[in-house]
């Protein structure tokens, strides 16, 4: 480079990034040769044969203004079990298009699926508030069942059943959230149960993936496996036709790396969470979840690569212009990029990018024009 880039927290060390001079990380956008899906699913150790879930257990149904629910639970084959929402329309008898609803990060990890849709009990403060951030209110997943779509909503590796419990976390981490909640309490705010975990957790996180590096894994890699195995469940059901996939945030990095690695992904919509690495150095990094950071991804792909090397597998980017996440010059330079793939693909109409005005969310009409998407490409 002609110019030397400075980065806040690089500072004195900001030459790093061109002396390493990552793909993923290049000033000049390189062209990516060779299988890339398949360089991504070696990296995230995906099986040739989707793995299946284990012991299943249907734990109780309700139903619910139109909607029929099935409280599932079942084993990925290690940790406490794996608690899922299947949500339906009650008076279908014919098979229905499947979706996975996939919760976001959020820095808030004592729930998971409850973040996105309405189960048999009651919705606790700490999620109304989340959803009217993020949500403009709504619980999307039941909205989108009520669509005419199998929804299945569930926790995965880090959260809600498969969460960790705060007494297998560190003494450290323990004594610095003991610390942060007697300075709440000072400043005349008292952190209940809930809070106080997620707080640890957001420390935790970076202790798991130090573990996952020592076994040889990465919370990416366990995230989406967990992704795969309930893709296999959704679309094996009886009243499921083809399924897609749908998150918002921690949930569109989900949804964007099932679009690359799982074949049974026949729709996928990424929402709030596409932009170049590059874009993300100097503010951005900090903000996000390891399962962002793919161990190694960025040696040979940049993330608008991931998510669009099943080109032309339908796909529907949702931005938010204003999002505090991420710089808009991302966001747009991922745009082009996933739309020239498309192209080169010969089936450019097979992605739509949709910019949108306001901050990090999915609110309402968003969610509109992507069930409406959805409908296009998993009911025709």
Same mark, same amino acid.
């Given at each position: ?35 890339? =899906? ?11 044969? #989707? ?21 599932? *639970? ?5 940790? #406490? ?7 339906? #329309? @009650? ?14 990060? @959020? ?64 003494? *450290? ?13 000072? *400043? ?64 569109? =990095? ?11 992904? =026949? ?30 991804? *960025?040696?040979?792909? @940049? ?61 309402? #009409? ?15």
């Amino acid at each position: 480079m002609s110019e030397r880039a400075t980065f806040q927290h690089l500072g004195i060390f900001s030459d790093l990034v061109d002396h390493v001079g990552a793909v993923g990380v290049a000033k000049e956008h390189e062209q990516v040769t060779g299988d890339l =899906c398949q360089r991504i699913r070696t990296l995230l150790s995906v099986e040739p044969v #989707p793995p299946r879930l284990q012991d299943l257990r249907i734990e109780t149904t309700w139903t619910n203004r139109g909607l029929r629910g099935e409280e599932l *639970s079942w084993s990925t084959g290690f940790g #406490p079990r794996t608690v899922g929402w299947v949500i339906r #329309p @009650d008076d279908y008898t014919e098979r229905l298009p499947g979706v996975l609803a996939l919760h976001g990060h @959020d820095g808030v990890k004592w729930y998971g699926k409850e973040k996105i849709a309405d189960g048999p009990e009651p919705v606790d403060p700490t999620i109304r508030t989340l959803r009217e951030e993020l949500y403009e209110g709504r619980a999307f997943a039941n909205a989108l069942a009520a669509e005419g779509f199998v929804v299945l909503a569930y926790d995965v590796f880090l959260w809600g059943s498969r969460r960790f419990p705060l007494d297998a976390m560190s003494d *450290s981490i323990r004594q610095l959230t003991n610390l942060w909640v007697e300075s709440e309490v000072r *400043s005349g705010r008292a952190p209940d149960e809930i809070a106080r975990y997620n707080f640890a957790a957001r420390q935790h996180e970076h202790l798991v993936a130090k573990y996952c590096t020592v076994i040889g894994t990465s919370i990416p890699a366990l995230v989406s496996r967990e992704d795969h195995i309930a893709a296999a469940y959704l679309s094996g059901r009886p009243d499921v036709e083809s399924i897609g996939c749908i998150g918002l945030s921690g949930g569109g =990095c989900r949804a964007a790396l099932l679009q690359a690695t799982c074949d049974l992904i =026949c729709a996928a919509v990424i929402v709030g969470m596409m932009t170049t690495y590059r874009s993300l150095l100097d503010h951005h990094v900090e903000q996000h979840t390891w399962m962002f950071f793919p161990p190694g991804l *960025s040696s040979f792909a @940049d993330w608008p690569q991931v998510a669009a090397c099943r080109a032309p597998s339908p796909l529907l980017v949702q931005y938010d212009r204003d999002d505090q996440l991420f710089r808009l010059e991302g966001m747009e330079e991922a745009d082009r990029e996933i739309r020239e793939q498309y192209v080169r693909s010969g089936q450019s109409e097979a992605y739509q990018g949709l910019f949108y005005p306001g901050l990090h969310k999915f609110d309402r #009409p968003m969610q509109a024009d992507a069930f409406a998407w959805l409908k296009e490409k998993l009911m025709a």
